[in-house]
């Protein structure tokens, strides 16, 4: 129970890594919030936490608005009086690949609003209300196309870079005041994101698992540990640190 009595914030807390990162926590005794942008699928994650005997709140909004983002701080510390960790997961993929000459501007732009202009509301006002509980963590997952290029992935890429300089600029502006921030670059997960995989033939999908050196899928279980740890009192000296989770696809 190293995280007993904290309290943790997860965006993109209702699926994929979130929803593993929010148990990874709520199992480590934290008290949590879950925002996501669909209410029905908040509530059940967030009564299934509730049901396993864990305290846990959730904030229906988009991580893209500033007034949701706010509503879900506010909530955070209204029901349990601080905010200890967050944990930035909310993000959509380039379902539509194409260069940057093809790619329609309001397509780019909804991309960079949910995965970077997020992620900025999200630190604004997390980092705020740590400061005034003596400092935390927050950890933003990023993406291996945050380091790497991606083809006829552009906004996508562009998005992921930027989270990786909001990582690395905030660590720096409140490294001596108490709040760590990292990222993690996740390769590729076993979420509903890779879904497609399922409906690949053997040697297609293989051709996806071979970009990493272990030559297989990682499980958002694998990202939460990593976000555990960075969130720990074994990280206590890691900030600005941008940490690849992906089977060694950037080595490959």
Not at 157 to 164: L, M, P, R, T
Request: net charge negative.
């Amino acid at each position: 129970m190293e995280f007993e009595g904290k309290v943790a914030i997860v965006t993109g807390g209702n699926s994929g890594i979130g929803e593993a990162v929010a148990w990874r926590f709520a199992e480590g005794g934290a008290k949590v919030v879950i925002i996501g942008n669909n209410p029905e699928t908040c509530r059940a994650k967030a009564e299934a936490l509730r049901a396993a005997g864990h305290e846990v709140a959730f904030h229906a909004g988009d991580v893209s608005r500033e007034a949701d983002v706010k509503a879900a701080v506010d909530l955070a510390v209204g029901r349990f009086g601080r905010l200890d960790f967050a944990i930035n997961s909310a993000g959509i993929y380039q379902n539509q690949p194409c260069t940057v000459v093809d790619m329609e501007a309001d397509y780019f732009d909804r991309i960079v609003a949910i995965n970077l202009r997020g992620i900025f509301l999200s630190m604004k006002y997390q980092i705020a209300a740590m400061l005034k509980s003596g400092g935390g963590s927050v950890v933003n997952v990023a993406s291996g196309a945050g380091i790497r290029a991606v083809p006829f992935a552009s906004g996508y890429v562009a998005a992921k870079h930027g989270v990786i300089g909001l990582t690395k600029t905030a660590a720096y502006d409140f490294g001596t005041q108490g709040v760590r921030v990292n990222a993690i670059c996740p390769g590729l997960v076993k979420t509903a994101m890779t879904g497609f995989l399922d409906q690949l033939e053997p040697e297609a999908a293989a051709f996806y698992f071979k970009a990493n050196t272990m030559e297989r899928i990682g499980l958002p279980e694998e990202i939460a540990s990593a976000a555990a740890w960075l969130c720990s009192e074994g990280a206590s000296f890691t900030t600005g640190l941008i940490m690849p989770v992906d089977g060694g696809y950037s080595v490959k």
